[in-house]
């Protein structure tokens, strides 16, 4: 289901002349203040954000799941649901594939199909947390860590074998979210762990082609309670440090002990050159997997100051990121949770573009905090909001992208189509 | 399959003398220092820790289970393992039923066979965080607390019907965990919400038997993300304030904010005569369901010392408290994790018996914290196994369950029995 | 040292034509939505912030305090300082005292001098958490809620000394903060200290006048490491009830366990008739008394709405609220911080005044979490300082307090007069 | 003041027979287990905790200090303290001085006074968290972190300076504890931070000794409340990388975030080579410095497992390591309070020594995670105080050091000699 690119138009021809009202505002005050308008949204408009092909789908929790209506049953249909996605923000051409979930039957459909929709394949996602159908060892206490020679093979075959997938779709990266860890103190050795693991990493690190990058990501807790064995930044910098350049950190937001400076360790993988890419989302509790912007929209906003500032210091020799969603999202529609996403990110990007990094600099080096705190806040109150919407414009996306969404009636077409009982793969 | 007396008792003989010469020199030591031992052992010997029936398999997370083999496929297989576990420790001798999980097909068989395993029905608790098959409304977005009449009318007649199952098999306490809560800023009304579901607690409290209680459990989140109806004991004590003398309040271990006294708030409930009961696990994290007494021993140990106390106080007035326990057995076999999860519980309440009150009321009077540290460690430092095993030896139970669970191959019979394949209701 | 009006004026002047043309906008958006500008402009500039006596020195840490100079050795000059806060932001026309460190010593030249600087007294607070020297006996083992009888006598007549200073300046509230705790398990029998602090709080409610208040703040920890009496929202609420209806809860955002849901404590509190007021600040780790809406805004903006709506239902019968910062200013100018702090507070108010609560309302009923969080994030995405400028304009303060402050060399002159040695009382 | 040796004869003479008792049955079982007592003792015995100069004297908290009497004045009389703890316990035998409280006025006196006592010095440590009387510049906004090169300097020397102390005294370590960090985003450039303090880093590294060691302690908050340079185990990692091999992380058990797996991370230091040390005490909320053992008993336990499994490894290269006590002694006798760390640690330690690393090891390669829970908690269940007793009436020291203190008046005649209002020099 493709979107008539004339109902966007229509959409935005209603909200035009409000729009360029705010618009018009904003870009005098912005350029009187020294920026380039006109750069500010080429940035906004380059700047994509990939779908994971698990979110499209309601998510649960241990208690339970209740599905929505006209869910995407396939590969084929997830690639649709992002294509409608970025034909509203222009913001969402990638897609980052979880393998077993989302193998391609035919590679070349897929990689049309993707295509048609202007979507691109970002990091590919191993999977060793479930045990698939008529496997022959399990992953229970653990894959690439596990005491049995046997299951640490089955998992690194598996890696590979993602990294095959993703060689074919254009992919560049591997994602390893390693769920490995133990419940109880005493069941695992940690020195002894991390060495296994390590070895398994080696395996399919020399596994990846030349240009190619593994991002490992950590995570404190869930599904293990005790430990894991990549269980925070130390931990993944350490195992990147072990195997060399291409090794990088991932960094979920969610994925963090209580008050955690987040910005602070973005800032350290970028200053040793190891910042793989995130996983966005929000929480309050854990890993909540909220719509991203939802709780904390200022520690997002903290975020992307520190990418901005070091994208653009010569101290810092970092590869390209890769950007990711990663939520779950269990009392909303998908889709609309998505497009609320992307919108958080983008806003959260754009008040970072909009610092004054020499002056910031500046009150810095003289201690002034007062100032820097101005600053920064004076950024984060701006309403960029009329900036994302002229580069949407400028995209001939929609100018309200969730309104447009509701108006074009796009869940009840795909209820329609698929049912109310389809169910994504997923979580 | 029960277990033969026989094997318990040859069980036993060997590890005879070893226990013998432990529990003399304690006995010696207590009886010393002014404890009468026979009057600890029985206390020991009294105390029972009902058993939840979806306990018994091998729990998840929302990434996934790992089941074991042998698992209970039904309430009577259930009954039949919480029989193993009370022959062996002779201090399992309740059930807490799940409904609908486990709704007795035959009354009388089910009462029968409890009867003949020396298990009593604790509280039964109902489930409004699942939507059953063919569910005409759906409890996605709350149930007891729903903005539609419908839900909470369903959620209502839910728990009515919980209530008469359980007064036909004798139970005389209905617990509600109710999940309901919300994700997201703004999602709800929270004044409202609390509300509705006071409302809908009215219905289920008109509809207890004179002689039964509710305990409202509360929780601070999961499954919800942002917010809980009955998120922390303030909010369980103003429900039951307001509801009556029935209604008393549920501390489930595990639901707390990081760094709660737990100690203190069963300190409040008490005070108040508004304890209920307990559910007991352990955690590092969140809710993370883990064996009791696995992480933070001394905590359980501060927790018992306040009941023991306060149940010993003239000042305290309170109903007689139901002791579960609620875990969830992601890695180790169930009922072995049971046997350590009621092996801690006994610990903690042995060594709370130790502490020397009239010395500590002395101490606290006094300021003085030294001494006041003093006796409780050396309470809770103190080996008491050797009670526990003599508590056992005399209600002709195993010396060392665990070791009696293993020696008897209990695991391999029922899988032999049951197959590898069999998975118990639950989560 | 008062400030020329004429300065200010000035000041005005040069950022005039700016304002004007970003009001302009914001006022034809507004109004175009069905706001009345007028209305809000008039509620912005109604909305007052009471400053604590302690808060115009630079505040420390067990570690030390870096104090800067021209800090105020008197109430007096505390007072002047308050002044020129005020005459900046026409929102800071409240002082909350310390007692015993602000002592006023000639009540009528402190009232004039309040008067002239357009300053009234709210809630006086009272301090048992500190020896004064020569006192007989020592708080260090608690004061309300001691094992002796001559040390809760002490703090019992402290508490009424603190009214009746109270009383003579206008004040209609006392604000307890009971710092009551204990640092390791066994230290305190929880149940008799609750008893015993009841039993104060008695005798010093039975001294307040009709028409007086007194709010019973909360504090998990600190300066105690184990437990405190008044721990928690619960702990408040129950010693409210047993006190009756002159007793209300007062909420500290930094008083709370990490994660902690507070917009929901002040939800229950309202909902209950029981909320006093707030002691606003921001925080990541504890009690840092940050400068509020510095970490956590949107958080700061979600209390305002719970506020907002409560305020407007004629569901919540609550008497009227008390609005004071208590903030600790380690690395700023306590004047700059405190400036920042009023904007931050009026900002997050005003964005809650922009919440469409009947549609909110509406997507509540109908479940509809995507539009509730649209509306929420609508509000708090819109750039609000233009209404606050024009409130200020309009009360003839500064359309903007910090750069004026700057200007004007306030922190020089100060320093000039009062030194750079001198040193406020407080923490 | 010294204790005479036949005060401490009389007082175990009294509790010799009991003591016999429990210690011949608890002999009995280790050596039935295979263990060998004397070994167990003899390690015991050998095991010494420094006491830090400031934990002498009552701490305080930034909202007050309650001083208790008979506080040591000077470090002479602080060494004095030391001396009756290592006379009652023989387990304090080293000292950890902090400069610039405790610079030695005479090098020599101080150094018979230790030896006289049989008191070694262990690491020095530096202050850079406050300001000396007429320093010339100000730590207020950093040290060896700071912007200005001036302030850098000044830090640089200062630590400089510290290792000639300890030079002469004959420590061979410097332990940093680096308070530098920021309250407020957008205060400093973390980037550009860390850089300056790792350059600050490398001056007082090339000021080493050959034989000495410098430990980097981490802590994520507090005197400063947004972020700090060294925040945690991972960054701490860093900087000792970056620094060479004689730069080592030191652990202080309060210095995490909730919920850290903080053997774990002892475990990453240890297999990394990078464990310098320990900062014992214990904490429920924050760095709350409470008595070790006195809230997480288990946690320091399993600490401790991980260094006996260590230690025992030849996995394992790591430098001989340091054990401190950092505390800060708020409502108890300071050195009541110390003998009960010691205690606490010695505990600890005895109990993993009594795991079953043969068995543990495969429980862990079989998964069984059931019997490896057992084996650690048949440890920490184990009461080990009767070896903890033999071993300090072999070396000649109470067989219940508190009693002795208690029994000796030593505190009584402390305040006689000393006066009711000496304070000790620290926190």
Redo the contacts between chains.
């Keep these: 289901m493709a979107i008539d690119k004339v109902l966007i138009d229509q959409h935005n021809e209603k909200q035009l002349s ?1 729009h360029k ?2 618009f018009q ?1 904003l870009f ?2 912005l350029e ?1 203040e020294g920026h380039s308008v006109d750069d500010l949204i080429n940035k906004i408009k380059a700047f994509q954000i990939a779908i994971p092909s698990w979110a499209l789908g309601t ?6 799941r ?1 599905s929505g209506g006209g869910e995407p049953g396939s590969l084929e249909e997830k690639i649709q649901d992002i294509g409608i996605l970025h034909a509203l923000n222009k913001s969402s051409g990638a897609i980052s594939l979880h393998i077993p979930w989302d193998i391609p039957k035919d590679i070349n459909i897929i990689k049309e199909l993707a295509a048609d929709n202007e979507i691109v394949f970002d990091a590919v996602n191993s999977n060793t ?3 698939q159908k008529d496997q022959e060892v ?4 653990g894959s690439l860590s596990h ?1 049995n020679k046997a299951v640490r093979s089955l998992a690194i075959s598996h890696n590979i074998e993602v990294i095959k997938h993703g060689i074919e779709l254009g992919s560049k990266a591997l994602t390893v979210w390693l ?1 490995d860890g ?11 762990t ?1 060495h296994r693991t390590l070895d398994s990493f080696h395996h399919i690190y020399d596994a990846l082609p030349e240009d190619w990058k593994i991002y490992i990501e950590y995570k ?4 293990h ?3 894991t064995v990549v ?5 993944s ?2 195992f990147c440090q072990k195997l060399g350049d291409k090794a990088l950190g991932l960094v979920d937001l969610g994925h963090h ?5 987040i ?2 360790i973005v ?2 993988f ?3 050159g190891k910042l793989g890419g995130f996983h966005f989302n929000d ?4 890993d ?4 991203v ?6 520690q997002l906003f ?1 975020i992307f ?2 990418l901005v ?2 994208m653009s ?1 010569p ?2 020799k970092n590869p390209k990121l890769s950007w990711m969603i990663d939520a779950s999202h ?4 998908p889709m ?2 998505l497009l ?1 996403s992307v919108e958080a990110i983008k ?1 959260a990007y754009t008040q970072a573009l909009l610092v004054d990094q020499n002056a ?2 500046k ?5 002034d ?2 100032t ?6 004076n950024a ?4 960029v ?1 009329p900036l994302l919407a002229e580069a949407r414009l400028r995209a001939k996306a929609a100018l309200h992208p ?1 309104s447009a969404y509701r108006d074009l009636k796009i869940r009840e077409n795909l209820v329609k189509k698929r049912g109310t009982k389809s169910m994504a793969t997923g ?1």
């Design positions: 409000l009202k705010k505002t005098d005050i009187d998510g649960g929790t241990r208690f339970g209740f947390f479930q045990d399990s992953y229970k206490f005491t769920s133990s419940d109880f103190p005493g069941q695992q050795n940690f020195r002894k991390f404190p807790y869930e599904p309670f005790y430990s269980s925070d930044w130390g931990s910098l350490l002990l209580p008050n955690t400076n910005e602070q800032s350290r970028f200053m040793e929480s309050k509790y854990g909540d997997d909220l719509t912007g939802s709780i904390r929209p200022y903290l100051n520190e500032e070091g210091s101290e810092v269990n009392v909303k529609d609309e949770d609320q806003i910031l600099e009150a810095q080096e003289e201690n905090v007062t820097a705190q101005e600053i920064l806040q984060f109150r701006t309403d909001r969730i979580l």
